[in-house]
């Protein structure tokens, strides 16, 4: 079975811009969360979509926005990219979600630098 | 809110020392608790998961996890370290009060020395 899918693995872009990141979850995972690593802050928690819902969400302002389409694959976007947006997003698919008894299985990351 | 805590960002043992990596938890007892393993340039993996079947959880590449709740530990140990095992460790918790969202640690960098 195919792991989860994370395009492009590294990005490089400049403050102001917008970003679109995308995730293609295990077949059959219908739960996708996205999360924020950088070495200051850890993990960070963006949001988790199950069927197309938004069903969580982290503190993070509304720059940051995602969506799941009907084959569970997700984006996520961020706009007007700032230098401390520059970090490994990192997207975790499950099959029931909310990640109480359904462990996450990970991608390898998106690396993100804003210049 | 649920929190947890990992003693130490960094832990450095000898090839085939103990690992221990310490974990401690706040509150009440979670249902449900996790170690995952990130290698260098790479995507968390799952080494195991608490579910209240068992204290002692077995994961993968040998390690072990041993649930106490007096102390509200999962602290996660190895017998004996590879080179192999250098990577970050990841302990989280499942917080009933935010729809079972993972509260996660601030990881342990851990470094084998030769």
């Known amino acids: 079975k195919a792991g989860v899918t994370q395009t492009p693995r590294y990005l490089i872009k400049t403050r102001g811009q917008q970003v679109t990141l995308s995730c293609s979850p295990i077949?059959?995972?219908?739960?996708v969360s996205w999360y924020q690593q950088t070495p200051g802050q850890g993990l960070q928690f963006l949001f988790e979509?199950?069927?197309?819902?938004?069903?969580n969400k982290g503190n993070f302002p509304g720059r940051f926005s995602g969506r799941q389409f009907s084959n569970s694959r997700s984006e996520m976007n961020v706009s007007t990219l700032e230098l401390g947006d520059s970090a490994l997003y990192l997207c975790?698919?499950?099959?029931?979600?909310?990640?109480?008894?359904?462990?996450?299985?990970f991608g390898n990351g998106t690396r993100l630098t804003v210049t | 809110a649920q929190s947890v805590t990992q003693l130490g960002s960094h832990v450095s043992v000898s090839e085939g020392a103990l690992v221990l990596l310490r974990c401690n938890y706040s509150?009440?007892?979670?249902?449900?608790l996790f170690w995952y393993v990130q290698y260098p340039n790479q995507g968390l993996q799952l080494l195991l998961k608490?579910?209240?079947?068992a204290t002692l959880v077995k994961g993968i590449n040998g390690f072990e996890a041993e649930f106490k709740k007096s102390e509200t530990s999962f602290h996660l140990t190895k017998p004996s370290a590879h080179m192999s095992d250098a990577a970050e460790y990841f302990c989280?918790?499942?917080?009933?009060?935010?729809?079972?969202?993972?509260?996660w640690g601030a990881g342990t960098k851990l470094i084998i020395k030769p």
């Open positions: 608490y579910t209240s079947a």
């Open positions: 509150s009440s007892v979670p249902p449900y």
């Open positions: 979509y199950f069927s197309e819902t938004q069903r």
């Open positions: 077949s059959g995972h219908r739960s």
């Open positions: 975790a698919s499950s099959l029931a979600g909310g990640s109480g008894n359904s462990p996450l299985h």
């Open positions: 989280a918790v499942s917080d009933r009060g935010s729809n079972y969202q993972l509260i």
